[in-house]
T-cell receptor
Framework: DAGITQSPRHKVTETGTPVTLRCHQT?????MYWYRQDPGHGLRLIHY???????DKGEVSDGYSVSRSKTEDFLLTLESATSSQTSVYFC??????????????FGDGTRLSIL | DAKTTQPPSMDCAEGRAANLPCNHS???????VYWYRQIHSQGPQYIIH?????ETNEMASLIITEDRKSSTLILPHATLRDTAVYYC????????????WGAGTKLIIKP
């Protein structure tokens, strides 16, 4: 299995509080991604990174920010959490797209509840 | 919107081959087909991918039709642990982020 660790695995917090989720990889892969998964939806991309300090928005980026100061860590921050951000969050990594077809590998997820 | 269509659910007997279909009629020439599965609420697990040729690895086989408008994932000897939601996804060549996920197929392996 790909060396991906997400923390925390579970979190319950209140509306309006800041929340930071961490994704740590030991594979030295260039690309990292944050997805959310909600009932009735497939995974939806929030943000992704293609290198240290290089990030871009995904399909559902509103209300989220990310940072990547080191190759191995990709942080997802909810500046002021809302109940609509209650979800399961998955981090994924992939190697350089040099061969254009490298698959993404996923962590075990963070279950976040905003009350 | 998802670019693939899959049946919402399927059953298969343990020990038999499970054949999961996927329709991707709007696929373009440089788009790969990927298969993932998700067991309970675990993270999605990569299974296999292909462009135009059939592919096989230790987990499964991927059969892509000649016109590339559909494909079939084959689990040759299904076990109870293969019960999961299976996702068929197309990804644009060189686009390292653009995975569009549909609802997948819930595969139930029965003893």
């Amino acid at each position: 299995d790909a060396g991906i660790t997400q923390s925390p695995r579970h979190k319950v917090t209140e509306t309006g509080t800041p929340v930071t989720l961490r994704c740590h990889q030991t594979e030295n892969h260039r690309y990292m991604y944050w997805y959310r998964q909600d009932p009735g939806h497939g995974l939806r991309l929030i943000h992704y990174s293609y290198g240290v300090k290089d990030t871009d928005k995904g399909e559902v980026s509103d209300g989220y920010s990310v940072s990547r100061s080191k190759t191995e860590d990709f942080l997802l921050t909810l500046e002021s959490a809302t109940s609509s951000q209650t979800s399961v969050y998955f981090c994924a990594i992939s190697e350089s797209s040099g061969t254009h077809n490298q698959p993404q590998h996923f962590g075990d997820g963070t279950r976040l509840s905003i009350l | 919107d998802a670019k693939t269509t899959q049946p919402p659910s399927m059953d298969c007997a343990e020990g038999r081959a499970a054949n999961l279909p996927c329709n991707h009629s709007t696929i373009s020439g440089n788009e790969y087909v990927y298969w993932y599965r998700q067991i309970h609420s675990q993270g999605p697990q990569y299974i296999i991918h292909g462009l135009k040729n059939n592919e096989t690895n230790e987990m499964a086989s991927l059969i892509i039709t000649e016109d590339r408008k559909s494909s079939t994932l084959i689990l040759p000897h299904a076990t109870l642990r293969d019960t999961a939601v299976y996702y068929c996804i197309v990804r644009v060549d060189g686009s390292n982020y653009q995975l569009i996920w549909g609802a997948g197929t819930k595969l139930i392996i029965k003893p």
